[in-house]
Nanobody, 120 residues
Framework: QVQLVESGGGLVQAGGSLRLSCAAS????????MGWFRQPPGKEREFVAA????????YYADSVKGRFTISRDNAKNTVYVQMNNLKPEDTAVYYC?????????????WGQGTQVTVSS
């Protein structure tokens, strides 16, 4: 079955950086667009970034544009998000997700999430 496993979350001070990873198995990774989402405490889940199966055409939520970079390594079945200049409002559980469509309007598979906490 499809598994997506996120890692790399943690506690960081404002202005710091983190890189999240999501390792995928059980699917032909290069055929899937991958996305990152987050759910801040007490709020709805929101889109962060997405990238096509080939690694082209990344797109971002306005709130993270210029600070976050999504990338993927199809040889390692892994997608990443590099998060720089983190702000307290970036505190959330971060999820990766996979979609057979790009641009993706629906993601079929989800990871379990990794916590990112940014202290002020």
């Amino acid at each position: 079955q499809v598994q997506l496993v996120e890692s790399g979350g943690g506690l960081v001070q404002a202005g710091g950086s983190l890189r999240l990873s999501c390792a995928a198995s059980g699917l032909t990774f290069s055929m899937y667009a991958m996305g990152w989402f987050r759910q801040p405490p007490g709020k709805e889940r929101e889109f962060v970034a997405a990238i096509s199966g080939s690694g082209a055409s990344p797109y971002y939520a306005d709130s993270v544009k210029g600070r976050f970079t999504i990338s993927r390594d199809n040889a390692k079945n892994t997608v990443y998000v590099q998060m720089n200049n983190l702000k307290p409002e970036d505190t959330a559980v971060y999820y990766c997700a996979a979609s057979p469509r790009f641009p993706a309007n629906r993601f079929d598979y989800w990871g379990q999430g990794t916590q990112v906490t940014v202290s002020s």
